[in-house]
């Protein structure tokens, strides 16, 4: 009985951070290739077509600590191309996410950031073949939202960013584009010219 309350005490002072990491098997990161990255997701089953990579390692850091070091995490942006905050910004934990990205088009009272735009985050992202996303982006959508992902976050990748991928998807009553972009150190940031 004190091994449990000294867990539950453990989990409450650290927050979520060290346990998700050893529930979910999250590893340090390592250099990733854009071609194997994209084998993994469709070993995973999870869509490919909408991934998107940051094309230099300025623009990753800079968004990495934009999103407080989580690797795991979605930014949303309303039909104003403006970002929407849809958890409390104190909370670490990703969990809002679930039910969120499940209700996105019930939500109408949302707390707006106009200091972020959509073309912000979209100008150094392209796809594997190079494309940018801004020449991909739908116009006229009522959400954009961006779904942040890293291979070394392990069965993060398989139970969060599908479900929330699929529970977008499912969404009847409002259009929605879902872009993945994923967080990996790409061996093209670090080869030696």
Known sequence: MRTILLFYLFIFLSGCSPVIRVIYDIREPKIESKEGLLKYLEKKNIATDNVVFFTDTTS?????EMLRNKLIQIQVFDIQQVQIYYKDTLLDCNGPAYDYTNSICDDSVQKVNHNLK??????NLIFSNGELLEKHLKRNMDYYVFIYWARSAGRLNKTAVRQWEENLNAQKNCKIQVVKV?????DYMY???
């Open 60 to 64: 990753r850091k800079s968004r990495y």
């Open 182 to 186: 994923n967080l990996d150190k790409l």
């Open 191 to 193: 080869k030696i010219q």
């Open 118 to 123: 959509l073309h912000d985050i979209t100008k």
